[in-house]
């Protein structure tokens, strides 16, 4: 064996209640590279990972470190070898600070009991010192933006000296500065020596930081590569398993009579200010502009989980005040918020319910009875129309991959019906196939009439699917674009302009 094969996992397999989750997949890892693990929504990224780090047992297979072998029985186990993970879904306690969460469990201790808090601080000012990362040790968890907290828990993972650390799509809900950095500490950690394994749905990353690509499909080790032998049509094929064609479904709708009118919205808490604009019926419009342009809080104002300073919003020529979200549906509206990981998933509850939760009005009879046939009926629909990957609709929706959770959410607010859909970054921890899944229900949409509108940072995603973009910058609206007749590039400067 190659000396420099920091990780080898041969022949892994686990099998969870009705999914052969991973079949005999073997990965290797070299010191001082970075290794893409790609797949579709469910492919067992997260598992095979989870396998290694010892919050799962495998059922088969043999993992060796540094060539000797190794079976972690908890993350501490692993940890304390020198393996680290950043979790996909982040697990921290929100209301301690920020060195607790670095230290929890492994507190430096001051005569054998006491915690030392100035030693930790210490530490933790020279972990985050070395990772540039400017955060308060002291601040509570709660406090923070999901970015921030981002950050600290690549932090952490640096401060166990690691020698293999593990990213589960770490930059889901980064801004584009913070990927930035989060590139700059990854190629540091290389530089050292230490070896990566980074699992992203966004080729452009993948293409830029690794080395090593290795896809999965369905449980199974498909290929390995080197990075740059790899195109991101190779990619996707190898992925799905068949040439996609087509990004895109072919637009079919019509744009009718004006439906949404949002007049000089301006909020009280950000800095959007003085938004204008008019939405047709069966007309996709995209929110473009640049991370903190106005382009969520455009959203929640109108949804009404933002508080409005001013401004007025009209559908059909009749006003409507959106005084919070509850008004807002029964006005007709829906919301998928970006952070719907950690707001929107019911994690106790299986898929049905967490499916048909917002539209249980729909199930019930005169007699006020829920209607198990009408619930799995439109569970069935929507587990069909978005390929949601799961043994059935009883699972718990916490045993779902990371990409299948999110599209039992985005069924929910589907199936309520609304007349006007607000998208807040639709795809995004969504693979390459489903993403298409996705586009067609927004089309189908608008097709019956509905207006949609689109927030997303991938720029392709909008031109590919809207009629219209509106692009903000700095809390206001920069200009308006029409989406088949325009360029990145347009769209860059009007985002730029108000910064
Ligand atoms: N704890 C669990 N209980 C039951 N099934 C599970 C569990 N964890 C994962 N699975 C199943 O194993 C399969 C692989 O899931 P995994 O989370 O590894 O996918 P993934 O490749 O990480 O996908 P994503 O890109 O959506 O995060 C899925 O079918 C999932 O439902
Ligand atoms: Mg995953």
Redesign the pocket.
Known sequence: MAEDILLRMTDITKT??G?K?LDHVSLELEAGTVHALM??????????MKCLFGI?NKDDGKIFLEGREVNFKSSKEALESGVAMVH?ELNQALKRNVMDNIWLGRYPKKGGIMVDEKKMLRDTKAVFEELEIDVDPRRIMSTMPVSQRQMVEIAKAVSYNSKIIVF??PTSSLTEEEVEHLFKIINMLRDRGIGIIY?S?KMAEIKRISDYITV?RD?CHIATKKAAELEVADIIKLMVGRELTNQFPEKTNKVGEVHLRVEHLTAQYSLLEDVSFEARRGEILGLAGLDGSGRTETLENIFGTATRKDGKIFVDDREVFNKNPRAAIKNGFALLTEERRATGIFSILNIRENTVISSLKKHRSKIGLLSNASMRKDTQWAIHSLKT??PSQD?QIR??????QQKVIIGRWLLTEPDVLLLDEPTR?I?VGAKYEIYQLILDLANRGKTVLVVSSEMPELLGICDRILVMSGGKLAGEVDARNTSQEEIMTLAAKYV
């Open positions: 969870f209640p999914v989750a797949g579709e929504n469910g492919a067992g990224k997260s598992t095979l799962y996909q589960d799509e699992i749905h999965m449980g990957k799961t699972t045993s779902l991959s990371g990409g299948n921890g693979d």
